[in-house]
């Protein structure tokens, strides 16, 4: 129940509860300190013998009361202003307690409205403002550092809004392309009465190749869903998955007029054979498909005591600075007539990230040195 009310009205009856235990405390001590003086003087003043004017004025301070002399009752004004002692510092420990609270319900109110400016912000935000920044408070305290980590969250809140989006749009349009050719094509195929074979085979064979890719990206894009499954890490040696894909694509660099260019020490690591040759092989292909005629792929592989570096660099079109933040997202093309004139569909680097992600590694792409792109790939020993 105290936490569910609010923290101005929870830190205010903490420090109310706090002032009743200490003001009671020092209350009640304060009111026995002052019975037994209270005593003591009365007693004092009683057995005190007369004396005359002038005598020694020390001899009150220096007089004990003997022990066989009995504590006599205390008299009526003492009494009396033991009572009033005692219901006086009822009266300001209660004055102390409530202005205290009251103090307190104000002061935490200023430090707290930060954290309701903040809240009032938060309560307005929507999926059309997000990448709007809120201001960072001036103070170097947790509501500023709170509302930093907002900022940042919000920021990928948005990245990944508009991510999702992008892939929506690219998927649609992934989906709505080979189904537009197939309506085309029945729709002129039906404007005519008699049809020759050599036309049913033509529309069978448009049949067919669309609907193959349209296959081709519905097991595509379930690989990608299926990519958390688990697997069994195995040793495995980069050096021979690498010439395997070198040997297997050298036909298509050798129709394409690339040269391929293999540099690999014997460094192992632990993973999926199958997953780490379809991420090298579709980044390899890639830099074989978009490069220029008598360009070059280069695969480098180096490594230290704690990682294996792999470079593939190629001399081909290369990646404009503002597209590679987005060329691992699904369906992304950065050249999307050429991509259409050499097939694909969008889905491979991003399928290559998740392999490497899965294999705790990382994959960054940069501009080669002359021209072209390189992919830069770091997989844990």
């Known amino acids: 129940m105290f936490k569910k009310i609010p923290i101005r009205q ?3 009856a903490m420090m109310i509860i706090l002032l009743t235990i200490c003001c009671i405390g020092l209350t009640l001590i304060l009111n026995f300190s002052a019975g037994i003086m209270a005593t003591r003087i009365d ?35 003492a009494q009396k202003a033991k009572t009033d002692f005692h219901f006086e510092s009822v009266y300001y420990m209660i004055l ?18 930060p954290l309701d400016s903040l809240n009032s912000q938060i309560k307005n935000r929507t999926v059309h403002n997000l990448s709007e920044t809120m201001d960072i408070p001036p103070t170097n305290d947790e509501i500023a550092e709170l509302t930093r980590s907002f900022n940042e969250m919000t920021n990928k809140l948005n990245n990944a809004f508009m991510m999702q989006s992008r892939f929506s749009a690219n998927a649609a349009h992934e989906l709505r392309t080979p189904l537009a050719v197939l309506k085309t094509k029945v729709d ?18 448009i049949f067919e190749k669309q609907t193959q890719r349209l296959s081709e990206l519905v ?13 069994e890490n195995e040793s495995i040696c980069l050096k021979d998955i690498l010439e395997d894909i070198v040997s297997e694509l050298s036909h298509i660099a050798n129709e394409k007029e690339v040269t391929l260019y293999l540099d690999c020490d014997d460094s192992v690591v632990y993973g999926n054979t ?28 180096k490594s230290d005591k704690k990682q294996i570096m792999i470079e593939i660099r190629d001399t081909g079109i290369g990646i404009l600075d503002e ?15 050429r991509s259409r004139e050499l097939g694909g569909s969008g889905l491979g680097l991003s399928i290559v990230q998740s392999i490497i992600t899965k294999h705790n590694g990382n994959i960054v792409v940069t501009d080669n040195e002359n021209s072209g792109t390189c992919f830069q790939i770091t997989l844990g020993k």
């Open 219 to 231: 097991y595509t894009l379930l690989d990608m869903t299926n990519m958390n499954d688990e697997f």
């Open 96 to 113: 102390i307690i409530v202005c205290g609270g009251v103090l307190t319900y104000y002061i935490s109110g200023k430090a707290l409205k």
């Open 43 to 77: 007693a004092a003043t009683a057995s005190l013998p007369a004396q005359e004017i002038g005598q020694d004025s020390n001899f009150i301070g220096n007089f004990q009361t003997p022990s066989n002399v009995m504590m006599p009752t205390p008299s009526e004004d």
């Open 188 to 205: 002129v195929f039906k404007m005519k009465n008699a049809h020759s074979t050599d036309e049913y085979e033509a529309l069978i064979n």
């Open 274 to 301: 199958d997953l780490l040759y379809r991420a090298f092989y579709n980044i390899i292909e890639n830099g074989i498909k978009y490069n220029i005629e008598g360009g070059k792929v280069t695969i480098k592989v």
């Open 10 to 12: 929870r830190l205010t």
């Open 323 to 337: 597209e590679k933040k987005y060329i691992f997202e699904p369906f992304y093309r950065v050249d999307k007539s």
